[in-house]
């Protein structure tokens, strides 16, 4: 029954994606280390990686507009309106 609550990061971090093409994006909560980099309170894209979660980090696109890794204690998940994700899409 304890099981059953136990949730592992990975599954938090799982960047797959969603119906209709729709890709993960997570909110930046902390940069330490990587402040020219990261920016606190924005909107990154996350890029699926399955082995990168295991290890409790997670591949965002970054300012640089690449894709690094950084602990995923870094981020916050966030499920954005279809409304909003098409529009930030649209941006990049």
Known sequence: MGSAKKRS???R???KKRAHGA???????????YP???EIRKLYQMVADEKSGALGLVRIIDES????????????PVRLPRA???AVRLAS
Do not use: I, M, T
């Open 65 to 76: 507009g690449g894709d690094y890794l950084y602990p995923a204690h870094y981020f916050v």
């Open 23 to 33: 890709s993960q994006y997570a909110v930046c909560v902390k940069n330490d280390d």
């Open 13 to 15: 971090f799982s960047p």
């Open 36 to 38: 020219a980099s990261l």
């Open 9 to 11: 990061r990975s599954n």
């Open 84 to 86: 909003v994700e098409r």
